[in-house]
């Protein structure tokens, strides 16, 4: 069974930086995306950034866009989210997942999620 292992979440003060990393199991052209949602307590899980693991075509919610950035290994199966300008509303658990297309920022179809990575940025 795909699985998906997260790291890099962490502590960080407002305006620093974080970079996650998803690693995917085994690689299926039937997960071409893959991506970040997050949730922040009380609030719904929302998508953050999706990767076609296959173009490297990016998208991003509109309030990470210009400070977050997705990118992919392929040799490694894994994807990363660089975390720049980092801002206390950022703070949340950070999910990876994998589906069959990126729609926009999110991706589509998600099978398969990581455990989660915590994010906190302090004011």
């Known amino acids: 069974q795909l699985q998906l292992m997260e790291s890099g979440g962490g502590l960080v003060q407002s305006g620093g930086s974080l970079r996650l990393s998803c690693k995917d199991s085994?690689?299926?052209?039937?997960?071409?995306?893959m991506g970040w949602f997050r949730q922040a307590p009380g609030s719904e899980r929302r998508g953050v950034a999706c990767?076609?693991?296959?173009?490297?075509?990016?998208a991003y919610a509109n309030p990470v866009r210009g400070r977050f950035t997705i990118s992919r290994d392929p040799a490694a199966n894994t994807v990363f989210l660089q975390m720049n300008n980092l801002k206390p509303e950022d703070t949340a658990v950070y999910y990876c997942?994998?589906?069959?297309?990126?729609?926009?920022?999110?991706?589509?179809?998600?099978?398969?999620w990581g455990q989660g990575t915590q994010v906190t940025v302090s004011s």
């Open positions: 085994r690689f299926t052209l039937d997960y071409t995306a």
């Open positions: 997942t994998v589906g069959p297309e990126c729609r926009g920022h999110v991706v589509a179809g998600q099978d398969f």
């Open positions: 990767i076609n693991r296959r173009t490297g075509s990016t």
